[in-house]
């Protein structure tokens, strides 16, 4: 990102155009300041549910077919012609790069063509940014959970954070992921998990709570202990296995985050990405922010899984305080938020 070299209006009303192709998501949004005039998102999930998972080459392939479609109905939602557009953004990670490429060269030939700024955003940083859809950002612990990323971050204002904990295997999203496969259960695996938990209080199975004294998160021991649980059991065990995960993984997210806040002395928390839909997840980070005098501040549910709204929104706060990329910055699968 760098401060832009071309004129651009930070004064009065801008239009940014944005793409999100990072995984099996296809999705365009335009913003207009604050105001959202449109969101539109493609799920591929029919397409890679019978192979278990997102399988890179059809995600890309399919961002090619809906991203034209994708742009031409958030213009026509947006009731904006194309020329209006102020700048053009994307997702340049991090994300399938096979993915990226699509949403990051479509963004990057529109700015070319139309000779409007082009700005590289941060998938992680759009989910971070999220809770504060159209808002003033404030200073706040993040927990961002997502199917490809766990992690806390300080955030003191935009583009100012430092990561407190990350995983240092699955990523939460991933365990869900992976433990409904086990169980014989569809994708994504969190919605299927959170369905068959709804009514049981998740205290049938004792499942481990990893790195209970570290600021980082482990879920792939959870998997392991699912793994060697499950042949043991008989009879109908499905809704008190999945009531005990969630608890495991929804344990060590509250705690961690709870933990993290006191310890950078925030008043707020947020909480982004594809997890933070799951209820029990918002019921017990609500409780426990209360109990802790801690404001929480969660991203719309529509906001929580992937999407470009976000992007939109990052792309706007950026390029309000003057800064755009080069059209020569490249995709990067595995961009870092911060050190
Ligand atoms: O943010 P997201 O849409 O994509 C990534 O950036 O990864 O997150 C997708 C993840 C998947 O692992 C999915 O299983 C999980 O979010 N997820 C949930 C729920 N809804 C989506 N996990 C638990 N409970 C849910 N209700
Ligand atoms: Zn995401």
């Not at 994300?95 to 590289?120: D, R, T």
């Not at 409780?287 to 801690?294: D, I, P, R, S, V």
């Not at 706007?316 to 990329?325: D, F, R, Y």
Request: proline letters at 4%.
């Amino acid at each position: 990102m760098q401060r832009s070299s071309q004129r651009l209006n930070t004064s009065t009303s801008q239009l940014v155009l944005a793409l999100e192709t990072s995984c099996d998501e296809t999705a365009v949004a335009v913003l207009r300041d604050r105001k959202l005039l449109a969101s539109e998102v493609a799920s591929q999930i029919a397409e890679h549910e019978k192979f278990g998972g997102v399988v890179p080459e059809v995600a890309s392939r399919n961002h090619l077919v809906h991203a034209p479609r994708l742009l031409e109905r958030a213009l026509r939602d947006a009731e904006t012609d194309i020329k209006q557009i102020d700048a053009f953004a994307a997702t340049n990670g991090p994300g399938l790069a096979s993915s990226l490429m699509i949403g990051a060269s479509i963004a990057k030939g529109l700015a070319i063509g139309f000779g409007k700024p082009y700005l590289a955003i941060n998938h992680l940083e759009g989910h971070l940014l999220s809770p504060f859809f159209g808002e003033r950002i404030e200073p706040n612990v993040s927990l961002v959970v997502s199917g490809g990323h766990t992690m806390t971050v300080f955030v003191r204002g935009v583009a100012d954070y430092q990561i407190i904990g990350r995983t240092v295997d699955d990523a939460a999203g991933e365990a869900f992921d992976k433990i409904a496969k086990l169980l014989g259960l569809g994708y994504p695996g969190g919605p299927e998990i959170e369905k068959h938990a709804a009514n049981d209080d998740g205290s049938h199975f004792d499942l481990p709570r990893s790195m209970p004294d570290s600021e980082n998160f482990s879920f792939s021991g959870l998997k392991t202990a699912v793994r060697y649980l499950l042949p043991k059991l008989k009879g109908d065990y499905l809704a008190d296995v999945c009531a005990s995960v969630q608890a495991a993984i929804v344990d060590v997210l509250v705690s961690k985050t709870i933990a993290a806040a006191k310890k950078h002395d925030v008043d707020l928390v947020t909480m982004s990405g594809g997890v933070s839909c799951n209820r029990k997840l918002r019921k017990r980070m609500t409780e426990a922010c209360k109990q802790h005098g801690l404001e929480l501040k969660t991203a719309e549910p529509w906001l929580c899984t992937d999407n470009a709204a976000m992007i939109a929104f990052a792309a706007i706060l950026k390029l309000q305080t003057g800064l755009s990329s080069s059209v020569t910055e490249e995709i990067d699968p595995n961009l870092a938020l911060a050190i």
